[in-house]
C-alpha cells in the first residue's frame, strides 16, 4: 500500500520561506515520479512542481519558477519542496503525489497521479 505523508506546512510571511517534505512508503517503483500540488480555497488543485523518477528532470509551473525547487532523496523516500519568496497567493493546501502516469515520466496535471498524501497547509500571510 503506497502511503505518502507531508510535513512542513505553516504560517510565513510574504518574502519568507518553507521546506515541505513528503515521505513516501510502499512504494511500487523508484522510476515513479513525485508531485507538488496546492489547492486554494475555491479553486481547483494546480500542478506546482514534479521530479521525474527515470531521469530526475524537474519541471515547475510558471508561477513559482525561479522559486520553489524540487528535490529527492532516494536513500530516504523522501520528496522535499523549498519555497523561497513566498506571497499571497501561494496560500494553499499542498500536497504529494505519485503514480506511473500511463508512462509518462512526468506531468503536472492532477488527474494523472494515483496515489496522495493527506496534504499540509501554506498560509503566507502578515
Known amino acids: ?3 505518502l505523508v507531508e510535513s512542513g506546512g505553516g504560517l510565513v510571511q ?3 520561506s518553507l521546506r515541505l517534505s513528503c515521505v513516501a512508503s510502499g512504494f511500487p517503483s523508484a522510476n515513479y515520479p513525485l508531485g507538488w500540488f496546492r489547492q486554494a480555497p475555491g479553486k481547483g488543485r494546480e500542478g506546482v512542481s514534479c521530479i521525474s523518477g527515470r531521469d530526475r528532470s524537474t ?3 510558471d508561477s513559482v519558477k525561479g522559486r ?3 528535490s529527492r532523496d532516494s536513500a530516504k523516500n523522501t520528496v ?3 519555497m523561497n519568496d513566498l506571497k499571497a497567493e501561494d496560500t494553499a493546501v499542498y500536497y504529494c503525489a ?3 502516469l500511463r508512462g509518462r515520466i512526468w506531468s503536472l496535471a492532477w488527474d494523472e497521479y494515483d496515489y ?3 496534504g499540509t497547509q501554506v498560509t503566507v500571510s502578515s
Open 1 to 3: 500500500q503506497v502511503q
Open 14 to 16: 510574504p518574502g519568507g
Open 59 to 61: 519541471h515547475y509551473a
Open 68 to 70: 520553489f525547487t524540487i
Open 80 to 82: 522535499y519542496l523549498q
Open 98 to 100: 505519485t503514480g506511473d
Open 116 to 118: 496522495w498524501g493527506q
